[in-house]
């Protein structure tokens, strides 16, 4: 079992662009470092679509959702707008009644709400009382599989920073945004080994594993 984290980033080091919103949730720009991610097959079948591209990251794609058995998040990704939550209509994530996670998914939160269930097996359950008391739920369900921060930018930052992460890959698309969220300012001393580079269209897959 291990604590990871994927994500798509921008030749500059932004995970997110400026101006994150309810309306455009991956800032300005950030769209066009997912080029590459919303062509591939693997996506598209997830999201009820037929067709799609298949190539080098269909492999990265799916090893990296084959071993997940919790995921952990922020407040601002999972969406709503800040503060309490709004209750008319309810917020339920960006991703429709069958989000993509079919696992349990802790949310970081400072506002108390009850678990939402939703189909295809994802439950959202929201943790008031910190990064690790998340995590340690997440790798309670998750059993002897992996833990999986799926996001944001900050919430990486804390588990990086607290020491908390075995391996991560980055998806690095040739696009840069000059502004947004940098996904490694203030971690500290992360020292790093590289595992693999994934040369595929439109991107390039590096995976590090962290040293102790």
């Known amino acids: ?13 932004y995970v997110a662009g400026p101006d994150q919103s309810v ?39 799916e090893e990296a959702r084959a071993n997940v058995g919790a995921y952990v998040m922020g407040r601002n990704m999972f969406g709503g707008g800040r503060g309490p939550w709004p209750e ?4 339920r994530g960006w991703w429709g009644e ?4 079919h696992v349990p998914v802790y949310v970081l939160t400072h506002y108390a709400r009850d678990p939402l269930e939703m189909q295809g097996g994802t439950t959202f359950r ?24 799926a996001g944001g930018a900050d919430t990486v930052r804390q588990y990086l920073r607290e020491g908390l ?9 040739p ?8 996904l490694f300012e203030n971690v500290g001393d992360v020292r790093l080994e ?11 897959h590096l995976r590090y594993r962290i040293g102790r």
């Open 126 to 149: 929201f943790v008031t009382d910190g990064t690790r008391s998340a995590l340690d739920e997440a790798q309670q369900a998750a059993g002897d599989r992996d833990v999986r921060i």
């Open 23 to 61: 309306e455009d949730p991956l800032g300005v720009g950030m769209t066009r470092a997912f080029a590459w991610f919303f062509e591939l097959e693997v996506w598209r079948r997830v999201q009820g679509i037929q067709g799609g591209e298949v190539n080098e990251s269909t492999a990265v794609i």
């Open 194 to 204: 590289q595992v693999r580079a994934v040369a595929a269209p439109g991107v390039t």
């Open 88 to 91: 008319d209509p309810p917020w």
């Open 175 to 182: 696009v840069l945004l000059g502004d947004g969220e940098r």
């Open 165 to 173: 992460v075995d391996e991560f890959e980055l998806s690095v698309a």
């Open 98 to 101: 069958n989000p993509p996670y």
């Open 1 to 13: 079992m291990a604590v990871t984290f994927q994500l798509i980033m921008s030749l500059d080091g």
